[in-house]
């Protein structure tokens, strides 16, 4: 049975109480979203502090992005969630992030994908088995225009349906997942994945 829109609430305030706890989600930054069903979502409220959600800091949307609750501001970052949701049917929550180390790695990585390889960790990605691989990590350059920025991101996704997440740079990330638990998951282990790469370009002495 799917979750109830209570539970998916509980989940979303849980998920902030804890992204903001690892310093993940700071000074009201982040949005987060649950699937309610096959063209509906629940998403973070605009403004809010993610470590203080309560359960009128989510709306439900469709997912063009409209809001369906008039009396809500939805996230600015709205369509970055739902055009995930329209995307594959199967992914049943969004996170977005903005850690220190997310937004220095998106900011000295060279070009315009960062290359984890040779991590054990990058198992705990959905759909990996092996540290043999190579996940790639778009970085899109970031943009005000929400709409414009959700456009350049869909031809990667297109082309890329195996990827677990995305770099806007100097902003954050985006990984989704088929449950919040998962999408929890994921935002471990990229932010794990991310801290090794600093410190690899950091003992190395800059960027690679
Ligand atoms: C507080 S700066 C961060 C915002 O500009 C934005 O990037 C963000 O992540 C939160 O926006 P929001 O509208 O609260 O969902
Ligand atoms: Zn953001």
């Known amino acids: ?31 987060y979203s649950a699937r309610l069903s ?3 979502a ?13 359960v009128d800091d989510v709306l439900e949307t469709d997912l063009a992005g409209n809001s369906l609750e008039p ?3 939805p996230s600015a970052e709205t369509l970055l969630h739902t055009q995930l ?14 850690s220190v180390n997310a937004t220095v790695l998106s900011r000295l990585t060279p070009g315009d994908c960062l290359e984890l390889e ?3 960790l990058q198992k705990a990605f959905a759909g990996v088995t092996t540290h043999e691989g190579r996940v790639s990590v778009p970085i899109f350059d970031n943009d005000q225009d929400i709409a414009r920025l959700a456009a350049r991101v869909q031809p990667w996704l297109d082309a890329h349906p195996e990827c677990p997440g995305y770099l806007i ?20 282990a990229f932010e794990f994945l991310f801290e090794c790469e ?3 370009m950091t003992l190395r002495g800059g960027a690679r």
């Open 42 to 54: 629940l998403l973070t409220v605009s403004g809010k502090h993610k470590g203080q959600l309560g």
């Open 71 to 73: 009396g809500k501001k």
């Open 169 to 188: 740079r100097g902003h954050g990330l985006y990984t989704w997942g088929l449950r919040m638990s998962d999408a929890l998951r994921q935002v471990e």
């Open 118 to 120: 040779d991590y054990e």
């Open 1 to 31: 049975m799917n979750d109830t829109r209570e539970q998916l609430t509980r989940q979303i305030i849980d998920a902030g109480r804890f992204l903001y706890g690892r310093g993940w989600s700071p000074a009201t930054s982040s949005n």
């Open 85 to 98: 949701y329209a995307w594959r049917p199967e992914i049943g929550a969004v996170l977005h992030t903005h």
């Open 198 to 200: 600093l410190k690899v």
């Open 38 to 40: 096959t063209g509906r």
